[in-house]
Structures are given as structure tokens and as C-alpha cells.
């Protein structure tokens, strides 16, 4: 079954860029969208963004000045940055299967959903002077 | 941006006995499809959250049946038929409708 290992520095400075990986195993990276989401401590859950295979992404406007979502698909992975880190920005993060797609018999794009039907473990990143 | 309000916020209950929570979205979540894009997602401690109840009512692969979604538009409902130990956790609804995706603030369940 398809598998999202996590990994990235967990501990930050003020302003300084957060940076995580996601790599997806036992199933297709193309064909679906990918999601960060993230959740303060002892709060709740935040959409950061999306991407797919092609790297068409989509981002939380509350975020979007400061975060960018790729992907390596050589590796079957994708990535966030956030810059310029504060307090505000510590958080457990989580990458997600969200959104399924695929190309019909006439050649039309077709959307599926699903849920984010697999999820992470989660990295914690501390932001602290 | 849509805004999930989930209620209660805190819900004591006794095993064996059924339980509620509600969603309500600030816009619509009817799809031109048909579909009301709201999914419940359950947190329990230590761990990832995991999807339940995709589209409204849905249950996800291998989610007990003692689970289940209703609503339409921008009323949601999650019910559990009898609580059991393992259910108690925090209970996350999100709209999948629009950008941003958007969680409600959590519902706790913990034992009476």
C-alpha cells in the first residue's frame, strides 16, 4: 500500500527557511495531488498547499508569499519551503495523498476525490531563537 | 474562504452509547456532480490524523460501520452508532470543496 515518509530539520531560527520531504512509496505519484498540512501545538489543522506530478501547485493564500511545493519525480517526491520562519510557523507537519485524476477514453482530464485517504507521520519543526 | 465550525468543541460519552458531532460551512459544499465535498477525518493521540468519511457519507476502507456521514450543503453530521475505547480521539471535519482546504476546529471525545 502506498507509504509518505517524512523528513527534514526540525529545529529553526527566526527567518530562516524550513525545508521537508516527502517521499511516496508502493503506489503511483502521478495521478493524484499531494498536500502539506500542518497543526500548532495543541491546535488545529492548517492546508498549506498541493502539487501533482507536473508540479501545477496550489497554495493557502494566508501562506502563499512564503511557501513553495515541488516535486522530483525521478524520486517520487515532493518538498515544501517555507521562508522566513517565526514562532508562529512551529508546528507538526504532514504531507497527504488528497485529489486522484486521470485522462479519459476521449482524452479528458477527469477528477476523482477520495479524501486524503493517506497521510505521514508528521515532522515536528521548532521555530526559536 | 469557506470556514468550518464544528460543534461541540468538547463531548463526554459513555461507552456502549451513540454520539453526535456536527459541521456547518459557511458556503455550500454541493457539488455541480452531486457531491458534497466534507469529509471526518479522526486524530487520536500521538498520531497522523486518518481519514473516516469522504464526501458526505462515504465510509473510508476499512472504517467501522458503527460510522457514519449525512448532510448536504452546509450541514454535517458524524455520528457513532456505540462508542467504543478506541474512539476516543479528536474528530476533524474539512471542506475539499474550494481553495484553501479548510479543517474545523476539532471535536474531543473522551469517556464520561
Known amino acids: 500500500q502506498v507509504q509518505l515518509q517524512q523528513w527534514g530539520a526540525g529545529k529553526l531560527k527566526p527567518s530562516e527557511t524550513l525545508s521537508l520531504t516527502c517521499a511516496v512509496s508502493?503506489?503511483?505519484?502521478?495521478?493524484?495531488?499531494w498536500s502539506w498540512i500542518r497543526q500548532p501545538p495543541g491546535k488545529g489543522l492548517e492546508w498549506i498547499g498541493e502539487?501533482?506530478?507536473?508540479?501545477?501547485?496550489r497554495y493557502n493564500s494566508s501562506l502563499k508569499s512564503r511557501v513553495t511545493i515541488s516535486v522530483d519525480t525521478s524520486k517520487n517526491q515532493l518538498s515544501l519551503k517555507l521562508t522566513s520562519v517565526t514562532a508562529a510557523d512551529t508546528a507538526v507537519y504532514y504531507c497527504?495523498?488528497?485529489?486522484?485524476?486521470?485522462?479519459?477514453?476521449?482524452?479528458?482530464?477527469?477528477?476523482?476525490?477520495?479524501?486524503?485517504?493517506?497521510w505521514g507521520r508528521g515532522t515536528t519543526v521548532t521555530v526559536s531563537s | 474562504d469557506i470556514v468550518m465550525t464544528q460543534s461541540p468543541l468538547s463531548l463526554p460519552v459513555t461507552p456502549g452509547e451513540p454520539a453526535s458531532i456536527s459541521c456547518r460551512s459557511s458556503?455550500?459544499?454541493?457539488?455541480?456532480?452531486?457531491?458534497?465535498?466534507l469529509d471526518w477525518y479522526v486524530q487520536r493521540p500521538g498520531q497522523s490524523p486518518q481519514l473516516l468519511i469522504y464526501?458526505?457519507?462515504y465510509r473510508a476502507s476499512g472504517v467501522p460501520d458503527r460510522f457514519s456521514g449525512s448532510g448536504s450543503g452546509t450541514d454535517f453530521t458524524l455520528k457513532i452508532s456505540r462508542v467504543e475505547a478506541e474512539d476516543i480521539a479528536v474528530y476533524f471535519c474539512?471542506?475539499?470543496?474550494?481553495?484553501?482546504?479548510?479543517f474545523g476546529q476539532g471535536t474531543k471525545l473522551d469517556i464520561k
Open positions: 497527504a495523498r488528497g485529489r486522484g485524476y486521470y485522462y479519459d477514453s476521449s482524452g479528458l482530464l477527469q477528477y476523482y476525490y477520495n479524501g486524503m485517504d493517506v
Open positions: 508502493g503506489g503511483s505519484f502521478s495521478g493524484h495531488y
Open positions: 502539487t501533482n506530478h507536473s508540479g501545477n501547485s
Open positions: 474539512m471542506q475539499a470543496l474550494q481553495t484553501p482546504d479548510a
Open positions: 464526501l458526505g457519507s
Open positions: 458556503q455550500s459544499l454541493l457539488h455541480s456532480d452531486g457531491h458534497n465535498y
